[in-house]
């Protein structure tokens, strides 16, 4: 059986599926989403599903596609799809299977534009849900009155006016959420908008409502969903289901959505008062440093660094018994104290203790590879800040992050160049190194010695903001480590920084 509406009384309640009722489909639309990827599905959507299956919120999601492809998939099943939750909560095992029912529609923008902006007519509609990728939240020179317009800034444009002149001006405002992964991106969002509306020669009482009537959140989104498990483990999943899902998508139990925004925002998103993952507060910062530094900035740290100690997924490396020591004390010695914001240190040692079982699910497999992705610019951002503090703080070199840096100076070592791409090697295999300084390194690397590579790369104030060469004994312990990796391995390096900063265990 294919999952849709005609099979769900067909389904055993007893196997423990959450299964949606038949009065969940007569809902009203109340969000706009652009986006269908995976991550809209299983965090935003599934709030507002398990928010209706409780009988709050009470409204349905009309998605606007704008990628390449059809929308066959929701239409072949009714616009369902399951959600199967794996992960670790405090060392046990959950499992999870959630028939989602929150999307009503699926509209693709290039071919059904008119039935989106239909949409700006309905009183109902009050939330606009995006993630279009960071890319997506750029200015553009797109027209208003395009059909559509390119960008998702010009289509959300569009759908504002239209909403403005079919209501004249007189409220229906919307709370308007982006979930790409940019700092303040409800704040950078709202001011490409209005920038779109003035070079559109606007009227400005347009202007006035789009400022007055309407609220940009900023927001920040954390839950890993690798999406369509492989093969295999599809079929296996579909059998024990019962029915067979095209848009299944696998998703870890942690769950994070924190929204900026007021007690109307709170009255607005009420599918909040269900789950206490959606944090609806004035100010994020907090939860934006504890994930941007203990979670992408540890996995910052560690991707080439467990990469070269042979490491392919992240699982593999954190229940290592030494390298998830390694680890360990990163997190909790290092990173911890180094946040530039202020955090009592116990929210921090849960967050990090949370994190770190993140880390081992044994149902996610997130590639290292992937994680090194623009290394550099993830380096310079989420981590420079860290060790710059540390050494602030401590008047000392952090040990861990150096020999992490040194993991990640060695991984940028390039051995090949081909059609432009550039090749590392690992015990005797080429990997890709996607970076845009690649260029950079392979060059350094080609004329330099080691040493001179490490001060090089360390007084380089263009590509870190900061003279990392003035960190006392920073360039030094580097030069040591990256020496003692290139004449043994990284896995030893590692090793003996585990042993020499035991006291955190």
Same mark, same amino acid.
């Given at each position: 059986?294919?999952?849709?509406?005609?099979?769900?009384? =067909?389904?055993? *309640?007893?196997?423990?599926?959450?299964?949606?009722?038949?009065?969940?489909?007569?809902?009203?639309?109340?969000?706009?989403?652009?986006?269908?990827?995976?991550?809209?599905? /299983?965090?935003?959507?599934?709030?507002?599903?398990?928010?209706? $299956?409780?009988?709050?919120?009470?409204?349905?999601?009309?998605?606007?596609?704008?990628?390449?492809?059809?929308?066959?998939?929701? /239409?072949?099943?009714?616009?369902?799809?399951?959600?199967?939750?794996?992960?670790?909560?405090?060392?046990?095992?959950?499992?999870?299977?959630?028939?989602?029912?929150?999307?009503?529609? &699926?509209?693709?923008?290039?071919?059904?534009?008119?039935?989106?902006?239909?949409?700006?007519?309905?009183?109902?509609?009050?939330?606009?849900?995006?993630?279009?990728?960071?890319?997506?939240?750029?200015?553009?020179?797109?027209?208003?009155?395009?059909?559509?317009? /390119?960008?998702?800034?010009?289509?959300?444009?569009?759908?504002?006016?239209?909403?403005?002149?079919?209501?004249?001006?007189?409220?229906?405002?919307?709370?308007?959420?982006?979930?790409?992964?940019?700092?303040?991106?409800?704040?950078?969002?709202?001011?490409?908008?209005?920038?779109?509306?003035?070079?559109?020669?606007?009227?400005?009482?347009?202007?006035?409502?789009?400022?007055?009537?309407?609220?940009?959140?900023?927001?920040? &989104?954390?839950?890993?969903?690798?999406?369509?498990?492989?093969?295999?483990?599809?079929?296996?999943?579909?059998?024990?289901?019962?029915?067979?899902?095209?848009?299944?998508?696998?998703?870890? &139990?942690?769950?994070?959505?924190?929204?900026?925004?007021?007690?109307?925002?709170?009255?607005?998103?009420?599918?909040?008062?269900?789950?206490?993952?959606?944090?609806?507060?004035?100010?994020?910062?907090?939860?934006?440093?504890?994930?941007?530094?203990?979670?992408?900035?540890?996995?910052?740290?560690?991707?080439?660094? /467990?990469?070269?100690?042979?490491?392919?997924?992240?699982?593999?490396?954190?229940?290592?018994?030494?390298?998830?020591?390694?680890?360990?004390?990163?997190?909790?010695?290092?990173?911890? *104290?180094?946040?530039?914001?202020?955090?009592?240190?116990?929210?921090?040692?849960?967050?990090?203790?949370?994190?770190?079982?993140?880390?081992?699910?044994?149902?996610?497999?997130?590639?290292?590879? =992937?994680?090194?992705?623009?290394?550099?610019?993830?380096?310079?951002?989420?981590? &420079?800040?860290?060790?710059?503090?540390?050494?602030?703080?401590?008047?000392?070199?952090?040990?861990?992050?150096?020999?992490?840096?040194?993991?990640?100076?060695?991984?940028?070592?390039?051995? $090949?160049?081909?059609?432009?791409?550039?090749?590392?090697?690992?015990?005797?295999?080429?990997?890709?190194?996607?970076?845009?300084?690649?260029?950079?390194?392979?060059?350094?690397?080609?004329?330099?010695?080691?040493?001179?590579?490490?001060?090089?790369?360390? =007084?380089?104030?263009?590509?870190?903001?900061?003279?990392?060469?003035?960190?006392?004994?920073?360039?030094?312990?580097?030069?040591?480590?990256?020496?003692?990796?290139?004449?043994?391995?990284?896995?030893?390096?590692?090793?003996?920084?585990?042993?020499?900063?035991?006291?955190?265990?």
């Amino acid at each position: 059986m294919q999952l849709n509406k005609n099979i769900l009384n =067909s389904l055993s *309640p007893e196997s423990g599926l959450s299964v949606p009722e038949p009065s969940i489909f007569e809902l009203p639309e109340k969000v706009l989403q652009f986006g269908t990827g995976v991550l809209l599905r /299983a965090l935003p959507d599934y709030f507002i599903d398990k928010a209706n $299956k409780q009988g709050l919120f009470n409204g349905r999601v009309v998605v606007v596609k704008s990628t390449p492809g059809t929308a066959d998939a929701f /239409a072949k099943q009714d616009n369902l799809y399951t959600i199967c939750v794996r992960g670790l909560e405090q060392g046990d095992v959950t499992k999870e299977d959630i028939i989602n029912a929150s999307i009503s529609r &699926v509209l693709h923008a290039d071919t059904e534009w008119s039935k989106v902006l239909e949409c700006a007519g309905n009183p109902n509609m009050q939330v606009v849900i995006s993630n279009t990728t960071e890319v997506g939240i750029q200015f553009s020179e797109d027209k208003v009155h395009d059909l559509p317009p /390119a960008s998702f800034p010009g289509k959300l444009l569009s759908f504002l006016y239209k909403r403005f002149k079919y209501f004249e001006g007189n409220g229906h405002g919307m709370i308007i959420i982006p979930t790409e992964l940019i700092s303040d991106n409800g704040d950078m969002l709202k001011e490409i908008v209005a920038r779109m509306a003035r070079e559109n020669a606007l009227e400005k009482e347009f202007l006035s409502w789009l400022e007055e009537e309407n609220v940009f959140c900023n927001s920040l &989104v954390d839950r890993i969903v690798p999406g369509k498990p492989h093969p295999a483990e599809w079929q296996q999943l579909c059998s024990e289901l019962g029915y067979t899902d095209e848009l299944l998508t696998m998703s870890e &139990v942690f769950r994070l959505w924190a929204i900026q925004g007021d007690d109307r925002v709170k009255k607005v998103l009420s599918f909040h008062e269900t789950d206490d993952a959606v944090k609806i507060e004035p100010d994020i910062t907090l939860f934006k440093e504890l994930k941007l530094r203990l979670l992408n900035g540890t996995h910052t740290f560690n991707c080439g660094t /467990a990469f070269l100690c042979g490491f392919d997924i992240s699982r593999e490396a954190i229940t290592h018994p030494v390298y998830g020591k390694f680890t360990k004390g990163l997190m909790h010695a290092e990173i911890a *104290p180094s946040i530039p914001y202020a955090i009592d240190e116990q929210t921090k040692r849960q967050f990090a203790d949370n994190t770190f079982e993140r880390f081992c699910n044994p149902f996610i497999n997130h590639q290292w590879q =992937s994680v090194a992705t623009q290394y550099t610019s993830k380096m310079k951002m989420r981590n &420079v800040p860290l060790l710059v503090r540390y050494v602030e703080l401590h008047a000392a070199v952090p040990e861990r992050m150096a020999t992490a840096f040194a993991a990640y100076l060695l991984y940028m070592r390039s051995v $090949k160049v081909e059609n432009g791409k550039y090749y590392g090697l690992r015990n005797g295999t080429e990997y890709e190194i996607s970076d845009n300084h690649a260029d950079y390194f392979h060059h350094l690397w080609k004329q330099q010695m080691p040493e001179q590579v490490v001060e090089q790369v360390t =007084s380089n104030v263009a590509l870190w903001g900061v003279d990392l060469h003035q960190l006392p004994d920073f360039t030094k312990t580097v030069v040591e480590k990256l020496s003692d990796m290139l004449e043994r391995s990284v896995m030893e390096v590692v090793t003996d920084t585990v042993n020499a900063n035991v006291s955190i265990l």
